[in-house]
């Protein structure tokens, strides 16, 4: 008999087990018995509440990409101005919940993985497009008509970054996030640079 209310509990435990395995591995070649064990549980209730690997990943990069979405919101609520808030958008994407060395796993598997499922592929294009948006919006009154290309530089930038850590091979320094939000913001500094 199942105890009530645990699902919650459990699917967050596989979720964060998740991250942490395909962080570890580098890769998503992890099994559902790994993921379960590390969540504590048997691989049996893990298929029963996602189904499959594919489905507990995903639901881990949704978990990556709210957390993500929250932060951002949250640090744009602080920021007073344009400038202000694409600084915002940028330290949020390489703050220490966001660039730490399993969710930078586990981004790069996701990129992977959106090549050939169609599901991973809408959750990466709502990610792209809601980057792109903030960005454009708060780029417009500073660089005008350059708003697209920018943002889609600055998006090419935070993805670069990532990619760039992932392929790193040294999982056991963390990400260097001062760096990170640093090269960014230089980035953004010299697009600026013609609009002061």
Known sequence: MPKVGMEPIRRAALVKATIVEIGRSGSLDVTVSQIAKRAGMSSALAHHYFGSKEQIFLAAMRHILSLYGAEVRGALAMA???RD???AILRASFSALNFRREVVGAWLNFYVLAQTRPEA????KIYQRRLHANLVHDLKPLVGDRAGQVADGLGAMIDGVYLREALRGMPAEPPDRAQATALSLDYLNQQLEPAR
């Open 85 to 87: 808030r694409l600084e």
């Open 80 to 82: 007073d101005g344009p």
């Open 121 to 124: 592929r809408r959750l990466l």
